[in-house]
């Protein structure tokens, strides 16, 4: 199938677009962009490279792709943004490009990014999240599959989200969220589990119940983090989903919200 490409767009003659590919007046695509089949790239979009995209990505009128980190150590080095399949970056979304020589920013696919949305420089975005407008990573930031990001939320650099997450409106994240709860506030508190969320995405009862009895024990006020998670390790050690949660806490290098 033929690609349908304005004759207004600027496209860069070192870029590689695929089949069905559609690019709107006055878009941007740079030198070094590989943009896979049946991407969307809208009226005044810009996408800079080196950046690996997928396929069936849509990129909305102004959002700004694979720009160069705005950290200040980075000197012009070759970094890169890598974008899975099928994802949706809304009005004025933007994501930048790694910093070190050779650093990659990755996000994975079937993402929805909303209007102001802002991934920066070397972060790794998983797979099936949401990040609601104006939802803003800093530099080095990890979401895992699932997480949610509402409106209005900042994320401190080297931060972590863990999978199934959710992260409440005009929330301010400075530690680690731990996987399946809600973390909400300024600052941040972990509220509860994110049933809801869990069940819409066919989580058994059964799991359910054993992540609300792993949140009593892990916010219990009388075990500090180091003992809750031993105590978590002793009672559910085979059940796969507290499993994760405890991992996370293990792996953890700025501790996680409590």
């Given at each position: 199938m033929s690609q349908s490409i304005h004759l207004t767009a600027i496209i860069d003659p070192t870029a590689e677009l695929g089949a069905d590919v559609e690019i709107g007046a006055y878009a941007w695509v740079g030198a070094?962009?590989?943009?896979?089949?049946?991407?969307?790239?809208?009226?005044?979009?810009?996408?800079?490279?080196?950046s690996r995209i997928g396929q069936g990505n849509h990129f909305f009128p102004y959002s700004?792709?694979?720009?160069?980190?705005?950290?200040?150590?980075?000197?012009?080095?070759?970094?890169?943004?890598?974008?899975?399949?099928?994802?949706?970056?809304r009005e004025f979304t933007t994501?930048?490009?790694?910093?070190?020589?050779?650093?990659?920013?990755?996000?994975?696919?079937?993402?929805?990014?909303?209007?102001?949305?802002?991934?920066?420089?070397?972060?790794?975005?998983?797979?099936?999240?949401?990040?609601?407008?104006?939802?803003?990573?800093?530099?080095?930031?990890?979401?895992?599959?699932?997480?949610?990001?509402?409106?209005?939320?900042?994320?401190?650099?080297f931060c972590r989200i863990g999978t199934h997450a959710i992260i409440g409106g005009c929330t301010k994240i400075v530690q680690d969220a731990p996987p399946f709860f809600i973390a909400d506030g300024?600052?941040?508190?972990?509220?509860?589990v994110n049933a809801v969320g869990l069940q819409r995405?066919?989580?058994?009862?059964?799991?359910?119940?054993?992540l609300r009895a792993a949140y009593k024990i892990l916010y219990d006020k009388s075990l500090n983090t180091s003992q809750a998670v031993d105590k978590l390790a002793s009672e559910y050690a085979d059940h796969p989903r507290v499993k994760v949660l405890i991992d996370f806490v293990r792996s953890s290098q700025r501790g996680i919200i409590r």
């Amino acid at each position: 199938m033929s690609q349908s490409i304005h004759l207004t767009a600027i496209i860069d003659p070192t870029a590689e677009l695929g089949a069905d590919v559609e690019i709107g007046a006055y878009a941007w695509v740079g030198a070094g962009v590989k943009l896979g089949a049946g991407c969307r790239v809208n009226h005044h979009a810009s996408i800079n490279g080196p950046s690996r995209i997928g396929q069936g990505n849509h990129f909305f009128p102004y959002s700004s792709i694979g720009e160069k980190s705005q950290d200040l150590k980075y000197k012009g080095e070759p970094t890169y943004v890598e974008i899975g399949d099928n994802n949706v970056f809304r009005e004025f979304t933007t994501v930048n490009r790694g910093t070190a020589p050779d650093a990659w920013t990755r996000i994975g696919s079937n993402n929805l990014f909303l209007t102001y949305s802002h991934v920066a420089h070397d972060c790794i975005v998983g797979s099936h999240t949401i990040f609601s407008n104006n939802a803003t990573l800093a530099g080095h930031v990890e979401v895992g599959d699932y997480a949610i990001i509402s409106g209005l939320s900042a994320i401190h650099q080297f931060c972590r989200i863990g999978t199934h997450a959710i992260i409440g409106g005009c929330t301010k994240i400075v530690q680690d969220a731990p996987p399946f709860f809600i973390a909400d506030g300024n600052p941040a508190e972990v509220r509860g589990v994110n049933a809801v969320g869990l069940q819409r995405k066919g989580f058994a009862d059964e799991e359910i119940k054993a992540l609300r009895a792993a949140y009593k024990i892990l916010y219990d006020k009388s075990l500090n983090t180091s003992q809750a998670v031993d105590k978590l390790a002793s009672e559910y050690a085979d059940h796969p989903r507290v499993k994760v949660l405890i991992d996370f806490v293990r792996s953890s290098q700025r501790g996680i919200i409590r």
